[in-house]
Nanobody, 128 residues
Framework: QVQLVESGGGLVQAGGSLRLSCAAS????????MGWFRQAPGKEREFVAA????????YPADSVKGRFTVSRDNAKNTVYLQMNSLKPEDTAVYYC?????????????????????WGQGTQVTVSS
């Protein structure tokens, strides 16, 4: 059974940092590209960033470029989202997702229908 388990969320002041982790099990992690999405209350789910299965290419959303970095450790079956310079508008539940589809550009990575598996999410709250 495939499981994606996010951790690392919490409450942080504006300007602070958090690192989210997503531990994968039940799948051949190295064969999956990984993405991060978020959903704020009353809003649609939004793409944050994605990383190819090898980890050599990343696709950040414009809203987080220069602040968030996605990376992965295939030896640990884990993908990370380093979030710096956090803003109140970053407050949301953050989800990781896995796809067998090779990601070739940001537009493709942004499509949530591309992803085969989703985690349960971790809450990030940024106070002003």
């Amino acid at each position: 059974q495939v499981q994606l388990v996010e951790s690392g969320g919490g409450l942080v002041q504006a300007g602070g940092s958090l690192r989210l982790s997503c531990a994968a099990s039940g799948l051949s992690f190295i064969n999956y590209a990984m993405g991060w999405f978020r959903q704020a209350p009353g809003k649609e789910r939004e793409f944050v960033a994605a990383v190819t299965k090898s980890g050599d290419v990343t696709y950040p959303a414009d809203s987080v470029k220069g602040r968030f970095t996605v990376s992965r450790d295939n030896a640990k079956n884990t993908v990370y989202l380093q979030m710096n310079s956090l803003k109140p508008e970053d407050t949301a539940v953050y989800y990781c997702a896995a796809t067998l589809t090779p990601l070739r550009n940001t537009a493709q990575a942004m499509g949530d229908t591309v992803y085969n598996y989703w985690g349960q999410g971790t809450q990030v709250t940024v106070s002003s």
